[in-house]
């Protein structure tokens, strides 16, 4: 009798899961051809974007990545922090600043996104020097880009923010 109930129950449980995405997709479909509107833009690769990386003095001092969709492409930038290093070394990867996953972003046109990058997180005289960065969508790793950097850096323990829509956002507090 057991098996019956468990089996019946798991029928019923499998047929309401294929209703709810029968009608889930239906209504996407409607809603989609009744309003004009497009799905939602894919998810953003690093060949994708344009970066550019300047100076901030705010926290000690950080590298301020600005991404932008190239001409045409609209996508979605996941709110992660992005796949960066200095050199090849382990050492010289970022690591994320916050604990958490940010909002998403749409990238189109002039629209931007934004991540901070602070090169040393301690309190030492210790490092290495680089002028230059090597960055990508997490991900995305295979696609990196080089990047010159504003000016040269001491790397030690780097950090980054997730991607944020604002710049005040994107400010690399260690702590």
């Known amino acids: 009798m057991r098996s019956r109930l468990a089996t019946r129950s798991a029928r019923l449980v499998l047929a309401a899961a294929a209703a ?24 953003c690769t690093t ?44 050492s010289t990867a970022v690591s994320p600043a916050e604990q ?33 960065i090597h960055l990508s969508l997490l991900g995305d790793e ?3 880009v080089t990047l010159a950097l504003p000016h040269t850096v001491t790397v030690d323990q780097p950090i980054a923010t997730n991607w944020h829509a604002a710049k005040a956002d994107a400010v690399p507090f260690a702590g």
Not at 20 to 43: E, F, I, K
Not at 51 to 80: I, M, N, P, S
Not at 108 to 129: F, L, M, Q, R, V
């Open 20 to 43: 709810a995405v029968a009608l889930t997709g239906a209504a996407t479909t409607a809603a989609v051809a009744g309003t004009g509107a497009s799905a939602a833009p894919r998810v």
């Open 47 to 90: 060949s994708d974007l344009t970066f550019k990386v300047t100076a901030e003095t705010q926290a000690g001092g950080y590298d301020l990545v600005t991404a932008k969709a190239k001409r045409g492409v609209t996508c979605t930038l996941e709110g992660l922090y992005p796949s960066a290093s200095y050199g090849s070394s382990a």
């Open 100 to 132: 958490s996953v940010g909002e998403d972003i749409v990238l189109s046109g002039s629209k931007a996104a934004y991540a901070g990058i602070s090169p040393k997180t301690t309190n030492t005289d210790g490092g290495i020097e680089f002028d230059q």
């Open 142 to 144: 295979s696609n990196a």
